[in-house]
C-alpha cells in the first residue's frame, strides 16, 4: 500500500506542477491590451519557412522580421510569439490573445468584417514549385494531367479546384511540409500556395538545387497585419512604422535575407506596396 | 436548421458521409480476413506461427493508427512507388488515397479483431477440440468446423467494438487527403467559420447514425447467437 501512495502523491505532484507551470505560460503571453507596457504578444505562424517558422527556442522569417521592427517602432521592449494557425487568426486578435497577427495573411472582404488590417506591407501570390530540373511546368497553364499538392482547407486549394478541376489531380495533405518530398522523388509533380511560402521551401539549405520557383503567380494576396476591428490609431501607428522599415531599407534587407537564396523577388511592380487607409 | 441545409449542399456533407461508410465497410471486411487469419496463426501449433501472429498483434497494436497511416502512404506509396491504382487515370491520387487508406485501417484493427477472436477461442469448452481431435479431424478442419464457428459468436461484442472504433478511426485517413466527413469538416470551418457550432453538430449527428445502430445490432446479436452452455 505505502507504494500506491507514493505513486499517488507523485502524479498529484506532477499534475500540480504542470497546471502551474500552464498558468506561468499563459500570463507570460498575455499582451493583448491588458497591463503591462512593455509587452506584447504577436501571432505569427510557426511552419512556414522563410515567412514565419520556430528554430529551436527561436523563430525566423520575413513576418518575424516585420514583427520585431514594427513592435520596435511602437515603443515595446518585450515581444512574445504565439502560434496563430490559419483558422485561429481571428479570434486569436478578437478575444485579445495577440496584439497583432503578422501571419501570412491575406486582405480579404471576410475577413475585414471581423478585424482590422494594418499594411500591406507585402503582395505575394499563388504561385508553383517543381522539381529543379522539371522544365515541362511553365505556369498555371501547363497543368494539364499534372499532380498538384496542396493543403487540407486552404485558400489555394479551393482556388485550384476552381480554377484546373479537370486539368489536375489535387492531393491535399495536413501540412506543406508534407508536400515537399512527394515532389522530390518524383510522386507529385508541384505543389502550390503563396510564392513567398513556397520561396521559403525552396530556399532551406537541405531543399536547395531540387526545387524551383515557377515564378507566375496567379493570384494577388496583400499580406497585411491584423488588429483589433476599429482601431485605426493603433493601424495609423503600424503604417508609419512599415514606411519608415521600407524607406530605411530593412525592408529590402530582411526580404533578401530570407528569400534571397531561393532567387525570389515578389512582384517589383506591386512591392513594395503602398498601405490601404485604415477602418 | 436551415444553417445545416446549407452546410450540407455546400460541402458536400453526403459524399463525404458516403466515403465515412466505404471507408468503414471495406476496412471491417479487410480487417476481418486478416484479423481472422492471425487469430488462427496465434493459436496455431507450429511454434513460428505462434510468434508470428503474437508479434503481429503486439507491434501493430501498439503503433499509432496514424503512423500506419503515413507508413502506407509516404513509405509504400510515394517512396517504394507501389501504387493500387492506374498511375495513368485521371483519378489515380483519390484512388490510391482511398485504397491505400483502407489497407491502413484493415491492418491495424486486424490486430484487434484477432484479440477478440482469440477470446472467443477461449470461451469454447477444451473438450470441444479433444472431441474434435476424438473423431479424427486435424488442426485445420477441427479449427474451421468446430472452434472458430463458436468462437465467433462468442467473440461478437468485442468484435462490434472494433467497428465502432474503426468507423471513428476513419477520420485519421483525412490527413493523407481522403475526402471523408472530418475532412469535409476541415473545408467547413476554415471557409464558413461563422457556422462553428452548426459544423461540429452536423459532423456529430454523421457519427451518431453511423455508431449507434451498430452498437445495438452486435449487442442484439451477442445475444442471440451466444452459445448458451
Known sequence: MPNTKKFAALAAASLLTASLAACASDNGGGGGSSGDNDAVTIGIKFDQPGVGQQVGSDYKGFDVDVARYVVKELGYSKITFKEAPSAQRETLIQSGQVKMVVASYSITEERQQKVSFAGPYLVAGQDLLVRADDTSITGPDSLNGKKLCSVTGSTSAANVQEKFANKVQLQEYDTYSKCVDPIINGTLDAMTTDNTILAGYAAQPQYKGKLRLVGKPFSEENYGIGIKKGDTELCGKINDALDKMVSDGTWQKDLDANFGPANFKPDPAKNPPKHIPCS | ?229
Request: proline share 4%.
Open chain 2, 1 to 229: 436548421m436551415g444553417q445545416l441545409a446549407e452546410l450540407i449542399s455546400k460541402y458536400h456533407v453526403a459524399l463525404a458521409f458516403w466515403m465515412t461508410i466505404k471507408l468503414t465497410v471495406f476496412g471491417g471486411l479487410g480487417a476481418l480476413i486478416i484479423g481472422t487469419l492471425v487469430a488462427i496463426f496465434r493459436v496455431a501449433p507450429i511454434n513460428v506461427l505462434r510468434w508470428i501472429g503474437t508479434g503481429y498483434v503486439n507491434i501493430i497494436r501498439n503503433t499509432p493508427l496514424t503512423l500506419i497511416v503515413f507508413f502506407f502512404a509516404f513509405g509504400v506509396l510515394n517512396t517504394l512507388n507501389i501504387s493500387l491504382a492506374d498511375q495513368q487515370s485521371p483519378t489515380s491520387i483519390a484512388d490510391n488515397n482511398f485504397r491505400w487508406g483502407v489497407v491502413a485501417l484493415s491492418v491495424y484493427h486486424a490486430s484487434f479483431v484477432a484479440e477478440a477472436l482469440r477470446s472467443g477461442v477461449n470461451t469454447v469448452p477444451q473438450g470441444q477440440a479433444e472431441a474434435a481431435r476424438a473423431i479424427g479431424l486435424s488442426f485445420l478442419p477441427s479449427l474451421t468446423q468446430i472452434i472458430l464457428p463458436q468462437a465467433f459468436r462468442g467473440a461478437i461484442a468485442p468484435l462490434g467494438n472494433t467497428l465502432v472504433a474503426l468507423t471513428k478511426n476513419t477520420t485519421v485517413v483525412s490527413t493523407i487527403g481522403v475526402a471523408e466527413i472530418s475532412y469535409q469538416m476541415k473545408n467547413m470551418i476554415e471557409f464558413s467559420p461563422q457556422l462553428l457550432y452548426a459544423i461540429f453538430l452536423l459532423v456529430a449527428i454523421c457519427f451518431v447514425v453511423l455508431t449507434l445502430p451498430v452498437g445495438a445490432l452486435f449487442t442484439y446479436l451477442s445475444r442471440r447467437l451466444a452459445v448458451q452452455r
